[in-house]
């Protein structure tokens, strides 16, 4: 069956479940998408449209285990409710289609939320933490905790020129306003059975996640790897701010992958977002992952 807003794909790692949620649609550019690669190559992956544009999802995980002490844990949060016409006109994306209604849609109360995590603080990735209703701007998961980096939280209220417009503030001041962030420092677990995984490079708090079950395990790459067809060691975004550092990351998620199994869960991947990781000389090569 192919997973669809009905029947999503769900995952049973052993003791607990982790189910994708559609975050949201939208198009980049795709030059920006892949840097220095050429089109020529690039669009054999990921065609683009006549405004050189590729389709990107905005993928995001709800993980549940079972039982009285049940915890429910968000896994990043897409481009949200909150872009402006404008916004809405460049990404072709549409504001009434984002995480929070495609949870509602599968029974999936928001108060029932005990933590969520966010790979760093872009507007495609923490636009959903927010919505606006009746001129006030409110946290999606009021009862929730928020974890991210420490390092990403100050540059995302640094004000650094070169990074302004990727951090609206309405997605960030709401959460500081319940004061619901928990603020991690390196590798650490952040729930039982979830842990943070630094994976700097796109920016320089950016964090992937693992969910480990008793059978497998699940990863959450984050903008490591925003889509399948950035896979190739040379294939980065003009967006990461450290390249070479982004494919170390890279580099370290599918080398672990690769040795202990598991699923990889691609971010940005519209067709198949979850995949299975094996080498293939000096590098690696993507499978599908079985749901």
Same mark, same amino acid.
């Given at each position: 069956?192919?997973?669809?807003?009905?029947?999503?794909?769900?995952?049973?790692?052993?003791?607990?479940?982790?189910?994708?949620?559609?975050?949201?649609?939208?198009?980049?550019?795709?030059?920006?998408?892949?840097?220095?690669?050429?089109?020529?190559?690039?669009?054999?992956?990921?065609?683009?449209?006549?405004?050189?544009?590729?389709?990107? @999802?905005? +993928?995001? %995980?709800?993980? &549940?285990?079972?039982?009285?002490?049940?915890? !429910?844990?968000?896994?990043?949060? =897409? /481009?949200?409710?909150?872009?402006?016409?404008?916004?809405?006109?460049?990404?072709?994306?549409?504001?009434?289609?984002?995480?929070?209604?495609?949870?509602?849609?599968?029974?999936?109360?928001?108060?029932?939320?005990?933590?969520?995590?966010?790979?760093?603080?872009?507007?495609?990735?923490?636009?959903?933490?927010?919505?606006?209703?009746?001129?006030?701007?409110?946290?999606?998961?009021?009862?929730?905790?928020?974890?991210?980096?420490?390092?990403?939280?100050?540059?995302?209220?640094?004000?650094?020129?070169?990074?302004?417009?990727?951090?609206?503030?309405?997605?960030?001041?709401?959460?500081?306003?319940?004061? @619901?962030? +928990?603020? %991690?420092?390196? &590798?650490?677990?952040?729930?039982?059975?979830? !842990?943070?995984?630094?994976?700097? =490079? /796109?920016?320089?708090?950016?964090?992937?996640?693992?969910?480990?079950?008793?059978?497998?395990?699940?990863?959450?790459?984050?903008?490591?790897?925003?889509?399948?067809?950035?896979?190739?060691?040379?294939?980065?975004?003009?967006?990461?701010?450290?390249?070479?550092?982004?494919?170390?990351?890279?580099?370290?998620?599918?080398?672990?992958?690769?040795?202990?199994?598991?699923?990889?869960?691609?971010?940005?991947?519209?067709?198949?977002?979850?995949?299975?990781?094996?080498?293939?000389?000096?590098?690696?090569?993507?499978?599908?992952?079985?749901?």
């Amino acid at each position: 069956m192919n997973p669809t807003a009905e029947h999503p794909a769900r995952f049973d790692l052993g003791g607990c479940t982790v189910t994708l949620i559609n975050g949201g649609r939208l198009r980049i550019d795709g030059g920006a998408m892949f840097g220095i690669i050429p089109k020529a190559l690039w669009s054999r992956t990921n065609p683009a449209d006549e405004q050189n544009r590729i389709e990107m @999802a905005c +993928n995001c %995980l709800l993980v &549940e285990w079972p039982g009285e002490a049940a915890r !429910r844990v968000i896994i990043e949060t =897409g /481009h949200g409710p909150k872009l402006s016409p404008k916004e809405q006109k460049i990404y072709a994306a549409d504001p009434q289609q984002w995480l929070l209604p495609s949870l509602q849609a599968l029974g999936v109360d928001p108060l029932t939320i005990t933590d969520v995590i966010v790979s760093h603080l872009h507007f495609d990735h923490a636009g959903g933490l927010t919505y606006e209703t009746e001129g006030r701007l409110l946290p999606t998961f009021p009862n929730a905790r928020v974890h991210v980096q420490r390092q990403e939280y100050e540059d995302a209220r640094a004000g650094f020129g070169i990074t302004n417009i990727s951090y609206p503030r309405q997605n960030l001041d709401p959460i500081d306003q319940a004061a @619901a962030w +928990n603020l %991690l420092d390196g &590798e650490v677990e952040i729930v039982p059975g979830i !842990r943070a995984l630094l994976a700097p =490079g /796109h920016t320089r708090g950016h964090q992937a996640v693992l969910v480990a079950g008793r059978e497998r395990s699940l990863v959450f790459g984050g903008d490591t790897i925003p889509t399948a067809g950035h896979l190739g060691a040379a294939y980065n975004m003009s967006y990461d701010l450290s390249p070479l550092e982004n494919r170390a990351s890279k580099y370290k998620l599918l080398q672990m992958l690769a040795q202990r199994g598991g699923v990889l869960l691609i971010d940005h991947e519209p067709r198949t977002p979850a995949v299975s990781v094996r080498a293939a000389g000096d590098w690696f090569e993507l499978a599908p992952g079985a749901e």
